[in-house]
Structure formats: C-alpha cells, structure tokens
C-alpha cells in the first residue's frame, strides 16, 4: 500500500491544451501486487494488479480540487506465462503469452470525458542454448487493436501502440 503526494505536479492546462501548469499537490493512494511464480522448473507465470485512489489535492483553482489528473488510469493489470523446453527435440525452445489491463482515465481536468479501458494481449517465443544465449522475438498488440492511449484535453488525445513486432539476441555473462 501507499499514500503519495508529489506538489508542482504537471498539469495540462485547462485554457490551452498543448501548455502544461503546475498543480498545487497531487495525492495518491492505492495498493500495487506482485506474484511471481516458478510452477515448474519450465514454466513461469507473472501477475501483477495496481489500484490507484489519485486526485489534486491543493491547487489555486479550487474547482480541480478532488479531480483526477489527465490521462492517468486507476487500474492497471498484467498476467503473463511462459514455458521453455528442457529436454528433446524442442530443448531450450520456448513459448510465452499474456495480458495487459489499462484502465480508463479523463481527458478533461472536469473529469467529464473518458478515455476508455483497453485489454492487449502479448505473445513471444524464444530459443536459449549454451546455457548462455538466447533469441527471441516478441509480439505486443498481438491482434493490432486501434486504441486510444491517453489524452490532454477533449481535443488532443494520442493512438496507441499497433501491433509490434521486435527480435533481439542476447548473451548471459
């Protein structure tokens, strides 16, 4: 659990979108939880929850008062497995998958418009060998769901990432 609070926060400014302000205090609250678990030797599952209880707190406009900053979700969440082959044919072939949760948040300092929630799914596989190398390629935005991102004001929002595709190779000292 924590309880935050950060003063001369950036803020978009309500009068002309593309500037941005200080806040007076922003406070937040939440819970934020991890598990991480081996249920195997080869397969491995991630989860992770954040609950956020965010809102200005001091500012010298006293209509934000109580008002959740721009573009910030409440909820986040993310649920990721993996599992790697250890011995035979497919030794040191692995495969992994899972979710992304981003809550909904405002794009107004009113908290009047809402940019929806969006759930993304992610996809990898992967080849370890030598005990010290290993390839991948990773998948994010599997199915190249058109989303918005966030936005600064009614009328400047940003589209999220599409689907991307990245490789790399690696090597364990």
């Known amino acids: 659990m924590f309880d935050l609070k950060r003063t001369n926060a950036l803020t978009t400014d309500p009068n002309n979108p593309l500037f941005q302000?200080?806040?007076g205090e922003v406070t937040?609250?939440?819970v934020e939880l991890?598990?991480?678990?081996?249920i195997t030797r080869d397969f491995k599952v991630v989860a992770s929850y954040t609950n956020?209880?965010?809102?200005i707190s001091k500012d010298l406009d006293p209509t934000l008062i109580g008002s959740v900053p721009v573009?910030?979700?409440?909820?986040?969440?993310?649920f990721w497995t993996d599992y790697t082959f250890r011995e035979g044919p497919l030794d040191g072939f692995g495969l992994g998958g899972g979710v992304r949760y981003v809550g909904s948040s405002f794009a107004d300092t009113a908290n009047l418009i809402?940019?929806?929630s969006r759930v993304l799914g992610d996809l990898a596989v992967?080849?370890?060998?030598a005990n010290n190398w290993r390839a991948a390629v990773n998948i994010m935005n599997v199915a190249d769901t058109t989303y918005v991102s966030g936005?600064?004001?009614f009328n400047l929002c940003y589209y999220g990432d599409r689907r991307r595709i990245t490789g790399s190779l690696s090597y364990k000292w």
């Open 21 to 23: 302000r200080q806040t």
């Open 52 to 55: 956020y209880q965010l809102f």
């Open 71 to 78: 573009s910030v979700p409440r909820q986040t969440a993310s």
């Open 126 to 129: 992967h080849y370890e060998w």
């Open 114 to 116: 809402v940019v929806p």
């Open 28 to 30: 937040s609250r939440g």
């Open 34 to 38: 991890e598990a991480v678990a081996n």
């Open 151 to 153: 936005c600064g004001s």
